[in-house]
């Protein structure tokens, strides 16, 4: 990376090792120096608890929100209804909306040791307050007509399956259409301009900036870190 971030937090980011991909780092540097900024990752509540491997994100957090930051932890009590297929080699178990929500009560408490959520603080969201109520034909005219079924397919997490002739669902073929709205509606709510994640979630970061610039006209911007 040839590029020197001025501001704090990309500093720490960019000396921890945590970047991998960004859609345009000046900007975001720039919105930085500005600040404050509002962020957020996405977590689906597939188990009752986390991994070691979502400490790194958590990290991203703690350090967004100490160097002046707003970050939105969001639990996905919406998305995990569908299943994320990146880089799996088949569907995920269907889980019921009680066994979502036990998991999401288990995952919640982690977050509180690390991230401040008072009253100017973190906020923890669940897309399914946005999600649940969706009328489908209004989300397919409103929403999905800005979705290429030729670019999404293209996508390393949909075309490795399809490569590997596994059986991928209409239901998961969604889940890209699905987290991209989060972007979308957390920008609406709250001014939330940057998404971050694992680099398995690049595509669909990716999509989320997309959607956002087609259907609002603004700025937004998302980055991946290394696994």
């Not at 009560?105 to 946005?130: H, K, P």
């Amino acid at each position: 990376m040839t590029y020197r971030p001025k501001s704090e937090f990309l500093t720490v980011m960019v000396e921890r090792g945590y970047l991998a991909d960004c859609t345009d780092m000046q900007a975001l540097d720039d919105a930085l120096i500005e600040g404050p900024v509002t962020a957020y990752i996405g977590y689906d509540a597939t188990a009752a608890s986390l991994h070691v491997g979502h400490l790194l994100n958590i990290m991203m957090l703690r350090w967004f929100q100490k160097t002046g930051n707003r970050p939105i932890t969001l639990m996905g009590g919406g998305t995990t209804k569908v299943g994320d297929p990146s880089f799996r080699s088949e569907e995920r178990p269907l889980l019921t909306p009680d066994a979502i929500q036990s998991n999401i009560d288990g995952m919640q408490q982690v977050f509180a040791r690390y991230l401040d959520y008072g009253d100017s603080g973190a906020m923890m969201m669940n897309n399914a307050e946005w999600l649940d109520n969706l009328n489908y034909l209004d989300f397919l005219r409103d929403i999905g007509r800005h979705f290429s079924v030729n670019r999404m397919l293209s996508f390393e997490s949909v075309k490795s399956r399809l490569d590997r002739e596994q059986s991928l669902s209409f239901l998961e073929f969604n889940y890209m259409i699905l987290q991209a709205y989060d972007f979308l509606e957390l920008y609406r709510r709250y001014g939330c301009r940057l998404q971050m994640g694992g680099s398995d979630q690049w595509g669909n970061i990716v999509n989320g900036i997309d959607l956002t610039r087609r259907v609002l006209g603004c700025s937004s911007g998302g980055w991946g870190r290394g696994r």
